[in-house]
């Protein structure tokens, strides 16, 4: 495979549920990001990972908990979500900090 | 905060014309800008990027401008086709320390008719 990954494509959870998202990317890149991509509203980036640690966080509550095991995979736990969360979850990886961005084709999050 | 502007929600272009996108934003200019165009239900792809130096940058038929002091870049698309509808996004970002993703706009939705 080729680019960057996201599983699962779609997921339907209960507000009491565990799940994780996972992204994969095969392009050799230092840096990955998740993004939260809602209806009407621009992508808000949520973490940002480069060479495994976690540079930025942008106040994103403590029910998302990212994971970066090595440089090619990126994890997002959830628990105990809101309804409100539901929306499309985009990973993204890139050579360096400030270079183009490669995205996934993201991960349709429904909680109920 | 930094906030993007993205000229309407829908723009209508004639097959064949020239597209113009404008994205405007506020505060402090960034180090660089991007240009990515979203289709329905896929991730976002990656078209241009140019930097705070640079006043132009082109690729094929897309063209990128970049005024720090409009603090606005226009993104152009000459002899428009209809597979060049979708969504189309202006990023912004900044070198050194600090935020390290990028700040998107909401988009413009461009449809070219045939």
């Known amino acids: 495979e080729t680019g960057v990954t996201q599983t699962p494509r779609h997921l339907v959870m209960g507000m009491t549920n565990k799940k994780s998202l996972k992204c994969e990317q095969h392009?050799?890149?230092?840096?990955m990001y998740w993004y939260k991509q809602s209806a009407k509203k621009p992508l808000e980036l949520m973490f940002v990972?480069?060479?495994?640690?976690?540079?930025e966080n942008n106040s994103v509550p403590s029910r998302f908990s990212p994971e970066c095991p090595n440089s090619s995979h990126l994890f997002l736990h959830l628990h105990t979500l809101q309804p409100e969360d539901s929306a499309l979850y985009l990973c993204?990886?890139?050579?360096?900090?400030?270079?183009?961005?490669?995205f996934g084709p993201g991960t349709r999050l429904t909680v109920l | 905060s930094q906030k993007i502007e993205q000229n309407s929600e829908a723009l209508n272009i004639q097959e064949g014309k020239t597209a113009t996108l404008t994205c405007n934003y506020t505060?402090?200019?960034?180090?660089?800008l991007q240009w990515y165009r979203q289709d329905p239900g896929r991730g976002p792809v990656f078209l241009l990027l140019?930097?705070?130096?640079?006043k132009e940058k082109r690729k094929e038929r897309l063209k990128v401008t970049f005024d720090t002091t409009l603090k606005q870049s226009l993104f152009h698309i000459t002899a428009s086709q209809p597979a060049d509808s979708a969504t189309y996004l202006c990023?912004?970002?900044?070198?050194?320390?600090?935020?390290?993703?990028?700040?998107f706009g909401k988009g413009t939705h461009l449809i070219i008719q045939p």
């Open positions: 993204a990886s890139s050579q360096e900090r400030h270079n183009e961005q490669f």
């Open positions: 392009l050799g890149h230092n840096a």
């Open positions: 990972y480069s060479l495994e640690e976690r540079v």
């Open positions: 505060n402090y200019s960034p180090a660089y």
């Open positions: 140019i930097r705070e130096n640079e």
């Open positions: 990023a912004i970002g900044y070198s050194g320390g600090g935020a390290d993703g990028l700040t």
